[in-house]
C-alpha cells in the first residue's frame, strides 16, 4: 500500500543517504513544508500565531538545541532557561544598539553569543558527568538570570528592569513590535525552526553528530577509537547554545515582545523544555517538534475543551492541566522511555510491514 | 507536524461560538499558583460587580455585561494567550493584574485600540496620557504608594526622617523595582537612609533578606510584596521581632490573607490602601441579596469585603462608570473599545457619584485627564488589628508627594515616546 521501499531505487550514493530514503515518507515530508510554508501564512490570524503557532516554532528550535546536547551528546543541562535568556538579551542589546540593521541578523548573532557563552558553561562537562554537569548546568542557569537582573546595562537601566523589544523590520516588513502582521512575524519563525532543524538534523547524520552520538554511549570507548572528547562536548555545547539562543531571541522579540528575566527564563522553563524533549523522545529532531507541540497544545487545547466547550471553572482546568502533564510524564517514563518519536518509529515499522506483519 | 491538523478543526468550534450584542469585560485571572491568594478574591469581586449589574439593573445602560474569565496564573505567556484569545469577542478593556503582562500588553492593546486599566500596578509612567493614549493606572500608582509610605513615616516622625534608616523589601520584578527610584530621590529630599532587599519570585525564601533587616537593624520596612511572598514575609518579621507599626507593605501586600498566618504576633502590620476596608456599604446589602444570595457568585463567594476583594469590585466600578460616560458621550449603548477608552478618559469620581452607587467613602475621588491617566493619587494607611481580625483605616486618602513623581513620570514617558516614535494623544 504506502509506506514501502518496494519499487523505490537508488541509484546514487546521495540518494541512498537521503534523510527521508523512503518515497512516501519523502512525499509526506513535502506536503508539511507545503502547507506550512504556502498555506498556513495565507490563514493565519493573531490568536493563532500567538497562542499556538509561534509558542510551537519557537519551543520546537529550543528543544532541538537541547535534544542535541542532552538526546545526542548525553550531556545533562538545565540551563536551557538562562542559555534562552542570554539569547533574549544579546537581541535586546543588539536591536537597541544597531537600530537599523536587518532581524535576522540580530538573532543569528544573538545565536552566535549564546553559543560562546554556552561553551564557557560547557567546560566542566570535561571533568564532571551526569548528575553533577546537571548541577553545574544549574548554576548556569541561575548565575544567568542573577546575571541579567542585578547589571542594569543588560536591560539599558530602564526603572523596571523589564526588556521591551521596540520596532524592527526585516526587508522593510515589521518583525517586531504590536504593529506586526500574524504572517510576518509566522514566517520569521518558520524560516529559523526550518533552518535549524535541517542544520540539526544534518549535523547529526555526519561526523560531528556521530562523534557526540560515541561520547554519549560510552566516552571511554570514544576516546580510545580516536573521539576528541574536548572538541565533541564543546561542540555539542556550542551547537546546542546557538539554537537556544536563536529561540530566546524570538521568544523575547517576536513572540512576547516584553520580558522579566527571572519570570520568562526561570528555572520552570529550563524543565519546560526537558519535559518536550523527554516526551518528545530524546535524540531525534522529530522527538523535539512532537514534545514541542504536545507541550504548547495540550493547555491550549484543555482550556478550549474545559473552560469554553464544557464551562468549567478556569482554576480547575489550570489544576487539571498540571496534573496530567505531571502524569504524562511518569507514563512516558515507565511505559515509552523514548518518548513520541518512538511511538512514530514503532508505527512506521507496522506500516512497512502492512496488511501481511508476517 | 500532523498536530496540525488536529487544531484546524478546534478552530472552526471556536468561531463558531455566537456573537451577541454585550458588553465584554475580559478578567485575566489568576486563582491558581503562588499568586492566587490575591488573584482568586480580585476576580471574585470583579465578576460579581458586573453579575449584580446584569441581575439588579439588567447590565448598563439596558446591555448586559459579560465576564470572561482567563486563567494567566500570573505567568506572561498565558496572559499573551489570553489576550489573544479574549480580544476578538468585543473586549471593552483589560484589567490583567500583573505587572508583567501589563508590560506586554501596552504596545499590542494600543495597536489593537483596546484600553487597560491598570489600577495601581502596571507601568507607572503611563500615568502621562499624552505619551499612552491607551494605558490608564488611575486611582494610584506604584510611586504614589512609595510617596505615601514615606509621608506616613514622616507624619510619625514630627516630619523629620533625616539619618533614619529605611529598608524596601520588594519582589524582584518590574513590579517591585519600580519604586526604588522614587524612594531614591525621596531619599536624597528627606535625608534617610535607603537599603534594597531583593526578594526572588515566588518569594517563600526569605530568611537571609530578614537576617540582614536583623543586622542592620532598620527604623522602617517598606514592602512591594504579592501573593505567597507577602505571608512569609510578616511570618518572618514576626520571628526576628521586628516592630509591626514600623513594617508598612504597599496595597498588594496589605490583605488579611497576608497577615493572618502569623496570628496575633502580625497586630499592628501597616498597608496602604486604595479602597475603603469591610463590608459596611449599602452595596454590599445588594450583593448579598442578588449575587450571593441567589448562587450567582464568583468562586467559593466567601470574599465579601476582604481588601483584595473590595479592590475588584472597585476596579468594576470604575469601568462600568467609564462605560456609563462612553455611553453618554457618543450616544450609542453598545459601545466599542475605542469608545470606553473615551470613557475612561472623561471619568470623574466625585463622592456624590460613590455614595449614589451604594459605596460612600468607598475610594479616593479623583478626575482623568488626557494629560493625566492616574488621577489624583490619593492614597490611605490601614492598620491589621489582630484581635478584631480586620484592618482599621488610620489616615484617610492623602495626596503624595507629586513634586517628586511628576518630573520622575515626564522623564521615564520621555524616554518611552522616543524609543518608540509616539505621536502626542492629546492636542
Redesign the interface.
Known sequence: MFYREAGDFSTTYPQDSQTFPIKFDRWRYYVVLFIAVVVIPFMINDYWVNSIFMPFLIYAIAAIGLNILVGYCGQVSLGTGGFMAVGAYACYKLMTGFPEVSMFIHVLLAGGITAMVGVLFGLPSLRIKGFYLAVATLAAQFFLVWLFNKVSWFYNYSASGQINAPERDTFGILITGPNTEAWATYMFCLIFTIFSAVVARNLTRGSVGRQWMAIRDMDIAAEIIGVNPLKAKLTAFAVSSFFVGISGALFFAVYLGAVEVGEAFGITKSFLVLFMIIIGGLGSIFGSFAGAAFLVLLPVALKVIGVDWLGWPTDIVAHLNLVIVGGLIVVFLIAEPHGLAQLWRVAKEKLRLWPFPH | ?N??L??WA??G??AA?PVMADLVFPSL?Y??GPY?AGG?PFADGYADYFTLLNERDGGIGGVMTRVL???T?Y????G??CY??T??EGALVYQPLS??IT??L???A???DIPIHSMGYG?TSAANGDVFSHVFNYPANYWNGASAAINHILDENGGDISGKKIALVYH????G??P??TLEKLSEKHGFELSLL?V??PGQEQKSQWLQIRREKPDNVIMYGWGVMNQVAVQEAANIRFPMENFIGIWWSGAEIDVQPAGDKANGYKALALTAVGDDFPLYDELRQYVVDTGKAA?AGDQLGTVPYNRGIYAAMLAAEAVKVAQKMHGTDDITSGQMRDGMENLVITEELMTELGLPNFGPTFSVSCQNHGGEGLVAVTQWDAAAGEFVTISDFAPTDMDVIQPLIDE?SAAYKA???IESNCN
Open positions: 507536524m498536530y496540525k488536529g487544531t478546534v478552530a468550534l471556536m461560538s485571572s486563582r491558581t492566587a482568586i474569565e482567563c486563567e496564573g505567568n506572561t505567556e498565558k499573551v494567550e489573544e484569545s480580544k476578538g505587572t508583567g508590560y506586554q501596552i504596545p499590542k494600543t495597536a489593537d507601568r524582584n520584578s518590574a513590579y523595582k519600580e526604588i527610584r531583593a526572588d519570585h468562586g521615564d524609543e518608540n516614535n
